[in-house]
């Protein structure tokens, strides 16, 4: 052999990981996609960006991150790589089509940044064996089991809380009723965490039964002590109708003019707070110094500030249950 294949091919392989944000989209996905670039290239490890989500993995959309790519995306919302809801991923033709562009691709591991839905295409991926897979939660509805809070989600609270403070401005100004429509599909943690940063009366959430006649009593209990005005958080899960169908419900019962606001996408986008960008920036380290220590098939999160690892199946299995004391808190403060 001559001398310089010999040396090409005694030169060892440069470890190549592949990133990709799936789902809804959080505040801090970026600052993460950044952290693990970075992280990575200290240790002289190539990441690959693989865009719109499992979409981008099974198409083979790629594009290599270097350490200046990532430049300047630490402070914006939303996802540089893209996302997507991805159904291809669901089926195994999707799965074993992945696997393919992985090998073919060079790229030994894989990072997801995303929420339940990317856990469970993630689950797959990693059971098959073909590949070594590390999650990153990040949703704003922070309702991934096994970390204490997911990326994305106190940018979304404080963005709620913003708006809730306008809206308490023009509900005391006029002596109104209002409800208040926050994101989670199926969970009310980001109605927990409003409802007490914004002072709410009541808050209606997925995790405990909503009788109106119930709540327009306490309402009018409420307002018949001398309150001014009064405020209602509603997560979206609540009900397949939204809040418009409770707060037409209880406004035939309470006697104060009401209005109902959805506040929707607005949650999802925006700069990321501090909190945000130091656990994206945390999480995304972690990733990849587990997956360098031989580490996988699990998210990485924290509990009470301590790094954890929860395998991926319990992530999207297991049911992350809301804070009792939180809740109680609340009801104890509202008058
Ligand atoms: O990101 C989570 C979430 O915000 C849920 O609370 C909400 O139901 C859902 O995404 C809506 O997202 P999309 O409009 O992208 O389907």
Known sequence: MKRENKAMATKTKMKKIGVLTSGGDAPGMNACIRAIVRSASSKRVEIVGIRRGYWGL?????????????????QRGGTFLD???????????????????????????????????????????????????????????????????????????????QAIDRI????????????????GRSRGFIALAVGIAGGANEILIPETETNIGALSQRLEKRLSKGLKSALVVVAEGETPDGARSIAEKVGKKVNIEYRCVSLGHVQRGGAPTAKDRILASELGVAAVYELLEGQHGVMVG???????????????????ELDPHLLEMLHTLAV
Do not use: H
């Open 168 to 183: 308490r401005d023009s509900a005391e100004s006029l002596q109104m009723l209002f409800f208040v429509e926050v994101m």
């Open 83 to 161: 996302s997507e809801r991805c159904e291809d991923i669901k089926t195994s033709e999707g799965i074993e089509k992945s696997i393919d562009v992985l090998k073919s691709s060079g790229i030994d591991d894989l990072i997801v940044i995303g929420g339940d839905g990317a856990f469970r295409a993630a689950t797959k991926l990693a059971e098959t064996g073909g590949v070594k897979v590390i999650g990153i939660p990040a949703t704003i509805d922070n309702d991934v089991y096994g970390t204490d809070f997911s990326i994305g989600f106190d940018t979304a609270v404080n963005t709620a809380l």
């Open 302 to 320: 924290e509990s009470g500030s301590t790094p954890t690892c929860t395998p991926l199946k319990d992530t999207w299995g297991k049911r992350k």
């Open 58 to 74: 099974i198409n083979k959309d790629m594009i290599p991150l270097g350490e200046m790519r990532v430049s300047g995306i630490l």
